[in-house]
């Protein structure tokens, strides 16, 4: 199977080390991802400003550049939902645009899907690389807080149980349930910048469900949800850790080095 990797312009250059993550725990299970160069945006941006013109031509480009791959994985579960839920829109029934987009949709998939959904993995035989690997053992406390993006390709809500399963079944399981982890966190792309007093006290109260679990670890499934948290948290002295499900799980399988902050 050729597996592309789908990096996201905001993982490109706010969480290189979630990409590293991906690529690390898709080898660890036997897939060896390219990384197409002359991919870029996505389109969501131009979606979000009601410019769906402009995201056409880089959902066609998207398209073209990912055709010659059987699947085409990403970190982001929000750039991941555009693929799947926004392409088709842009185009009729029955041209030869909407075909391909509506190709590239069937193949799209966030990390932990892909891992579950399409490989199959058993989290046993992660957790067997967890229990080889204590220096390096899982990242805990941590909770897990899903990008509302995730309901649009129905995953949301299953980042912490496939963690827990990994987790569990190496003996190091301190996974801790997120309150009203439904809620937004007032990222929402465009939201937080047009809005950003509604989107900080979002932010906050997500913050405050965090720390009554008293985890150390947050782990978001977004790059633009673990961002504005991250962002959030430091300008207001909370010592939080905010990594990805990918980094979560190389962290836990000694394939990457735990991170400090």
Do not use: W
């Not at 906050?204 to 978001?220: C, D, F, I, Q, R």
Request: contains cysteine; charged residues 20%; glycine residues 6%.
């Amino acid at each position: 199977m050729r597996v592309a990797l789908f990096t996201t312009c905001l993982a490109e250059a706010l969480a290189p080390r979630a990409l590293k993550a991906t690529v690390l725990v898709l080898e660890a299970c036997g897939v060896h991802p390219e990384m197409p160069a002359a991919q870029t945006c996505c389109g969501q941006p131009m979606l979000s400003n009601g410019l769906p013109a402009d995201a056409a031509q880089l959902a066609r480009r998207m398209a073209e550049i990912f055709a010659p791959y059987d699947a085409v994985v990403t970190p982001s579960g929000s750039c991941c939902s555009v693929v799947r839920e926004k392409y088709a829109g842009l185009f009729a029934e029955g041209t030869a645009d909407r075909a391909a987009v509506d190709a590239l949709s069937a193949k799209t998939f966030e990390l932990v899907e892909f891992l579950e959904t399409r490989l199959g993995v058993d989290p046993a035989s992660l957790a067997a690389r967890c229990a080889a690997s204590s220096p390096n053992a899982a990242p805990t406390p941590l909770t897990c807080h899903d990008a509302c993006h995730l309901r649009g390709i129905h995953r949301h809500g299953c980042t912490a149980p496939f963690l827990s399963k990994v987790f569990s079944a190496a003996g190091c399981d301190d996974v801790r349930k997120l309150p009203d982890m439904a809620q937004c966190c007032g990222f929402g792309g465009m939201f937080s910048t047009q809005f950003p007093e509604v989107s900080t006290a979002l932010g906050e109260e997500k913050l405050a469900h965090v720390a009554s679990t008293g985890a150390s670890t947050l782990v978001a499934s977004d790059t633009g949800c673990a961002a504005h948290l991250a962002g959030l948290a430091h300008r207001k002295a909370v010592t939080l850790r905010v990594i990805s499900p990918a980094e979560a799980l190389a962290e836990s399988l000694g394939l990457l080095e735990r991170s400090s902050a």
